[in-house]
Structures are given as C-alpha cells and as structure tokens.
C-alpha cells in the first residue's frame, strides 16, 4: 500500500538551469496537490490539479513555474531558470475524489517532499 | 480570507508532561476541517488527528487530541505523556468548505527534554 511517491528526494541546480519535481500519487488517487515550504515556514499551497486538468493554480508564481498532471505517469512541477530563492522543500499530496464527509473535509496524503537547492 | 495562527514559536517541555500546542483561526465558512500535521527534522509531513467544524466531540488520536472550542476559533493540540520522540515541528491547518487547498500555520517547534 504505497503513499504519495516523490522524486528525486534531493535535487541541487545551478542558477538558470530547470527543475523537474515528480510525484505520483497514492493509488486511486486522483488529485493531486503542491505545496512550497520555505525554510522556517509553514506549506504555501501553489497548485491542484486532476488528470490533465488544472482546477486551482491561484498559489503560482506567474512566471517559471507550471504544472501538470497527464492522463498517465506522474504529476510534474516544473520550475524554468531557477533562481535562488526558488530554494525550498516542494510537497506534494493526494486525495481520492472529492466527497464531502459529514461536517468537514477529505483528507490529503503527503509524499515525503523534494528538497530543492539552488546554487 | 482564511488564516491560521500559531504564537508559540518554539516549546520546550520535559519528557512526561504534557503539552499544549496552541492554534486560531480565521474563516468566513460554516464547514471546515481543521487538521495537525508533525514535521520531524527528516522533513515529511505526518498527518496526526482531524476534526471537523461540526463534529461536537473533540477529536483524539491515541496521545494526541484536539481541544476545539468552535466559538472562540481555536483548535489547540494536546499531546499527553510527551516522548523524546515528540520533537519536531507541528503545523495547524484547515480547508474550508468544498475548497481545494490547505492553509497552513507557521509552525510551533517542540522540544522534549530527557
């Protein structure tokens, strides 16, 4: 039964280079969520997608980064001409369909994060 | 607009006791989720115990419960007979009704001493 999977762990990039996170979900997951932590702060939600659609990217920076989620493989976060304060632990999370449970909300499933050092 | 606030940034507490991680809120809806997640220095989020905006009991996870007192907008961690185990960063959160993302608080880092 295995979590939310994400690759690489580590990842080092010169200044100007790309970076691409991967991040498969949880089986019978079909959302998928990315999440950017800044050291010594909380997740700041960047963007949700489902299966070749992007539902919610209201937390992206506007230039160099995008996101996607193909009908197969893993969801990509992909980070152009990195700079170093793109330096950060990316995190990326699963749910099964959206259903409300009574009085509250679904559960998201966290994969263990890409650490991203720009140089 | 939703938000999440932890002033604790940092506890020490003896290994034993028990300890009060403290969290409010900020939102506009009638349904949301309010969740604790524990970062330990290896860095990956684990998820430790939910309660939701219209569960009228308080929610408990072995060691862990959440003291949710709806009107004052709070929703404080309680862990019981802290362990060396225990250190690490803990995060209050909640979504809102039907909303897609997370909001996370800044984090309270507990340390246990032996």
């Known amino acids: 039964n295995a979590g939310v999977m994400q690759n690489p762990r580590h990842l080092v990039r010169r200044r100007g280079q790309e970076a691409r996170l991967r991040c498969s979900p949880m089986k019978g997951h079909s959302h998928v969520y990315w999440y950017r932590q800044l050291p010594e702060e909380g997740l700041k939600f960047m963007v949700y997608l489902q299966k070749e659609n992007i539902i919610d990217e209201s937390g992206m920076p506007k230039e160099r980064f995008s996101a996607e989620f193909p009908k197969e493989g893993p969801s990509i976060l992909r980070i152009q001409q990195v700079v170093r304060g793109d330096s950060a632990a990316y995190f990326c999370a699963s749910s099964p369909l959206p259903q409300q449970t009574s009085g509250g909300t679904y559960e998201q499933y966290f994969g263990p994060g890409t650490r991203l050092t720009v140089t | 607009a939703q938000k999440i606030t932890q002033t604790q940034p940092g506890m020490f507490v003896q290994e034993k006791e028990a300890v009060t991680l403290d969290c409010t809120y900020d939102?506009?809806?009638?349904?949301?989720?309010l969740f604790w997640y524990k970062q330990p220095s290896s860095g990956e989020m684990i998820f430790l115990i939910y309660?939701?905006?219209?569960?009228?009991q308080n929610a408990t996870e072995g060691r862990y419960s959440l003291n949710f007192q709806k009107a004052r907008k709070s929703a404080n961690l309680v862990i019981s007979a802290s362990q060396l185990g225990d250190s690490a960063m803990y995060f209050c959160?909640?979504?809102?009704?039907?909303?897609?993302?997370?909001?996370f608080g800044s984090g309270t880092r507990l340390s246990i001493r032996p």
């Open positions: 309660q939701g905006s219209y569960d009228e």
């Open positions: 959160a909640m979504r809102g009704f039907g909303a897609s993302k997370i909001i």
């Open positions: 939102t506009s809806d009638q349904s949301y989720g």
